[in-house]
Structures are given as C-alpha cells and as structure tokens.
C-alpha cells in the first residue's frame, strides 16, 4: 500500500503544480486579466469549502464517493481543452475539477495516517513534492502555447486517476479506525476548537498571494520564467527536507509547532514584498517553504487525526476550510489587490499570516 500512496502523491501534486503554477500564466496569455484569474482560481476552493457541510447531513466519503470523485477530477481536467478560452465554460470546468479534488486527497490522507502513521508520514508524503517539482522543471521546456499546459494537465489527472483507482480498491479490504457517524463521540463541531479552525483559514488566505500570482508577479518584475520554475522548485526541495527529517518534530508540541510556522510565513511574506526583484532574497524566501507548507501541513492533519474521532470528516473540513474557503478568499483578494495596488499583493499575505499567528496562539494557550 505505501508504494501505491507514494505514486499517488507524486501524481496529484504533479497535477496540482501544473495547476497552480502554469494555469495562471496561461490564462494570461490566452488574455485573461488578473481579476478573472483569480476568480477562476476561486471557484474550486469554494467548492472544496462548501463540500464538508454536505457531509454532516448524512452523506459519507466511501469507497464510492472516492471513486466518483476521482472521475469528476478527471472529467474537469479534460475539460479544460475546449473551454480555455471562454470564460463561463472555463469557470465550470473548473469548479467540476475542485469538486473532484477536494474530496479525492482527504480521503487519501486519512489512508496514510492509519496505515503509515504520522512519524512515516513525511518520507511517503514527500513523493508528492517530488511530483510538484518534476512537472514544474520539465513543463517549463515544453509550455510554448496554452494548449500544451493542458495536455500536461489532463495527463497527470489520468495518472492520478489510475493510482487512486487501485487505493481505493484495495483499501476496501482494510479496515479504517473511523467511528461510527451513530455515535456521540462522532460528532463533529468547529466550535469546540475555534480558534484553530480560524488560524487554518488565515494561513491559506495568506498563501493567496502565492499560489495564484508568484509566477505572474516575479515575472512582472523581471524575473525568467526559467528563473520562477526554479524558484517553485527550490522551495519544494526546502519542503522535500523538511518532510523526510520532521518525524521527531511531530513527536513534540504540535499547537508550538502551528504558531511557529505562521510565524516564519509572515516574514517569508515580507520577504518577497520587499524584494520582488532580488533573485537571492526570493530564494531565501523559498527556503521557509520547509516550515510554512511542509511542516504546517503535516502539524496541521497530525492534530486534527488525534482531536477528532470523525477523522475523514476532520481532514475534509480542514482543506475545505483552509484550502477551500481561505483559497477562494485568498486568490479573490490577491487578484483585486493585484489589480489595483501590486505594491502590496505580499504585504496582504503577510497581515493574515500574522492573524494565524495569533489564533495558533490563543489554541495553545487555551
């Protein structure tokens, strides 16, 4: 089973890296302005966020679910071919896609924590920032039109497809710790850690800026495209590190280790806002990558997988509510901040990175 998890991992983060990286920039060449990038790049997140609540009405994430969301991602990816260049078309697609997404991966993490545990964790996670890095460095040489960025995309959404096709079959056969949604232990609530919930919120709202806008805006201030690749590249290598040496990390503080990473975020934020032109100051940037994805994200489902015996539903409302609701409010703000004042797309950034700072630390002051 690890060796299907790990070639799952590298092939949905290829697909994301090809999403989150090159999409943007070939919105934009196909004459998209910043406002409707950014718009398409929050319909999936908002998908993803409003997904969790339709299963505390009775829905379950089983074993067909999965698979229907698997076909969704794949269906989505296809049909962002004949839809690139008009724009409702290409704002269905893409919320088809964010459906298919936000419930393939919480599916796939609860998997790994039960058959890995969270010490391994990192070292078959990091199979996925291997897939995030491969497609950036190969993509680069052959994005010469739109087109071709998505013919990429649309391979990994198969290649993913295919992997979690086998997961999903054979973890029919294993049994997972998930309790019974009958029971009152199951129960889940927010409310009951709230100011986790809203520091989860914050930090991917402060990645807005990033993950919708770095490669258009180092390239605005003149930075390569072959130059920004590398950049994505070297802070997925920073993050490769940190998930193969965490294991110890994870053994300690978990809330600490949250309020930390929100912490070095603001001042990796800062860093680019300051020194959009400064090639080694953006690669120095990158570096904290390690600690603001790598180590937060792992920090952040290690947490929950033991807060909560609802894990499945934990792990969903917790990329609904970070990667969804924050992403859509994220790319919706750094698109109209980019828009209007560029000078402080970053600076957005660091503000809400510090506001998860400060919710970290009232959760682990509680």
């Known amino acids: 089973m690890s060796v299907l998890i790990a070639a799952f991992y590298f092939f949905y983060f290829a697909l994301i890296g090809v999403h989150i990286i090159f999409v943007p920039k070939i919105l934009t060449m ?7 990038v950014g718009i398409v790049f929050a319909s999936a997140p908002l998908v993803r966020f409003a997904m969790p609540f339709l299963f505390l009405k009775g829905f379950k994430l089983d074993q067909k679910v999965f698979f229907l969301s698997l076909g969704l991602m794949g269906i989505g990816a296809i049909g962002f071919y004949p839809a690139l260049e ?26 790994s924590l039960e058959q890995i545990g969270k010490e391994r964790y990192g070292r078959i996670r990091m199979f996925g920032s291997l897939g995030f890095i ?6 680069v040489h052959y994005l010469t039109t739109p087109q071709s960025g998505i013919v990429f995309l649309i391979a990994m959404a198969m290649t993913t497809l295919v992997f979690g096709a086998f997961i999903g079959n054979r973890q029919s056969k294993l049994p997972l710790s998930e309790c019974d949604a009958g029971d009152e232990s199951c129960r889940f609530s927010l409310m009951g850690h709230l100011s986790l919930w809203i520091g989860f919120f914050l930090m991917q709202v402060s990645f807005g800026p990033f993950y919708n806008f770095f490669t258009i805006y180092a390239t605005d201030h003149g ?43 603001v001042f990796r934020w800062l860093i680019v806002a300051f020194f959009p032109d400064h090639t080694l100051m953006l690669f120095a940037a990158q570096s904290l990558h390690a600690f603001s994805f790598a180590l937060f994200h792992s920090a ?22 970070s990667y969804g609701l924050g992403g859509f409010i994220g790319a919706i703000g750094a698109g109209a901040l980019y828009q209007y004042t560029p000078t402080y797309l970053f600076v957005g950034g660091a503000l809400a990175a510090l506001g998860a700072g400060v919710a970290f630390r009232a959760f682990n002051n509680r």
């Open 134 to 139: 491969a497609v950036a460095l190969i993509l």
């Open 300 to 321: 952040s489902i290690a947490i929950l997988f033991h807060l909560y015996k609802a894990r499945r539903l934990s792990q969903q409302f917790f990329f609904g509510i």
């Open 86 to 111: 008009h724009f409702g078309p290409l704002l269905l697609v893409n919320i088809v896609f964010g459906i298919g997404i936000s419930l393939v991966l919480p599916y796939i993490e609860v998997i």
């Open 30 to 36: 196909v004459g998209y302005d910043p406002l409707h």
């Open 223 to 265: 930075v390569s495209l072959d130059t920004t690749v590398w950049l994505w590249s070297f802070g997925v290598i920073a993050e490769i590190i940190m998930f193969y040496f965490q294991g110890p990390l994870l053994r300690r503080n978990l809330p600490a280790i949250l309020q930390i990473t929100a912490f070095i975020t």
